[in-house]
């Protein structure tokens, strides 16, 4: 929490708009505990409504949001549709984090709003681990920024070393805010733990000044024909396109290759781009075992309550032909 409150410049006289479920860490050890911690003001609303929040922004003069980018998503199309925008120069800072944020929402929302959100990255194990700088012009996207105070961050790659500066492998941590273990689960504990650091699950890389870039989960990577996908990279090369509002990719099973790459998409737009122009999209942009073999485009993504898509979810409705 002072990590934070330093980093973020949290202060006494900021006001917190707090839209998020107090059930997952994100509103409860970060937004609300914050809050707490910083003696700032909250202001609590019980379910998110993207116009609400606007109009309570102007009204309370709030400070600081938080939300995932789902939450930003219905934001950018309610301010969109709104004929008399608010005044949100109340606004000092907006934070994302639970899930990554694509490069188009982030400009997106910085040319509507004039405001770069500010992503991090943390998880239940370790709360808070790093975030994006305060200054706006030093915030980019795809990256989460830095490790905080007091948290310490290494990539080690496929051969167990220490990764190069840009070489993808796996996000290992230590520090004072890492948790001791999983309750009863000393076996998985024992697992999570090499040398004092603990195997977070996620693959990124860091550029040599030490800024954290994530690429997804190590059980989501697609391994087709021999090759390494990683999800996000595919998901932000369909985001690209003008037509796509967000997109989730995965891996299916496939005789030949193991795995094919396959994605689902959602439009801005109904109609607006069809699959075999999507297809012809990524082709020009990505190497070709990396190309979805096929997109399926739907009206919703599933998702769990925090935002995250669910991709066994996903599957089944494939599977059972709910999705074609």
């Known amino acids: ?8 410049r949290w202060a006494s ?17 970060v937004a609300l505990h914050g809050a707490l911690n910083a003696k700032s003001k909250v202001i609590m609303h019980k379910k998110f409504n993207p116009e609400r929040v606007w109009k309570t922004i102007e009204e309370e003069k709030i400070t600081m ?3 995932v980018p789902t939450l930003y998503f219905r934001m950018v199309e309610a301010w969109n549709k709104m004929d008399k925008k608010p005044d949100i120069s109340s606004m000092r800072v907006f934070i994302s984090g639970s899930v990554p944020l694509s490069e188009k929402l982030f400009y997106e929302f ?5 405001h770069r959100i500010l992503e991090r990255y943390g998880m239940t194990e370790a709360g808070m681990i790093t975030s994006n700088p305060y200054e706006q012009d030093q915030r980019i996207p795809k990256s989460v920024g830095y490790a905080l105070d007091g948290c310490e961050i290494k990539i080690v790659n496929s051969g167990g070393s220490d990764a190069k500066p840009n070489e993808v492998g796996d996000v290992y941590i230590r520090g004072n805010n890492v948790f001791k273990g999983y309750w009863r689960m000393p076996k998985k504990t024992k697992e999570s733990f090499v040398d004092g650091w603990f195997a977070t699950g996620d693959m990124g890389y860091m550029d040599k000044t030490g800024r954290l870039f994530l690429v997804g989960r190590s059980n989501d990577m697609i391994i087709s024909g021999g090759y390494n996908v990683y999800p996000k990279e595919v998901e932000y090369v369909i985001e690209e396109n003008d037509c796509v509002l967000e997109a989730a990719v995965l891996g299916v099973d496939d005789e030949d290759f193991g795995e094919r790459v396959e994605a689902v998409v959602r439009l801005k737009k109904p109609g607006c781009i069809d699959e075999k ?12 075992y990396k190309c979805p073999k096929k997109i399926y485009i739907v009206d919703e993504i599933p ?6 898509i669910v991709i066994d979810d996903i599957k089944k409705l494939i599977k059972e032909g709910r999705i074609a």
Request: glycine content about 10%; cysteine-free.
């Open 1 to 8: 929490m002072e990590a934070l409150r330093k980093r973020w």
């Open 13 to 29: 006289d900021d006001v917190l708009l707090h839209v998020l479920p107090l059930y997952h860490f994100h509103g409860l050890g």
């Open 65 to 67: 949001f938080m939300g």
């Open 110 to 114: 910085k040319k509507i709003t004039g």
């Open 277 to 288: 122009s999507l297809l012809e999209f990524t082709r020009n942009k990505l190497a070709h």
């Open 303 to 308: 998702k769990n309550t925090m935002g995250k």
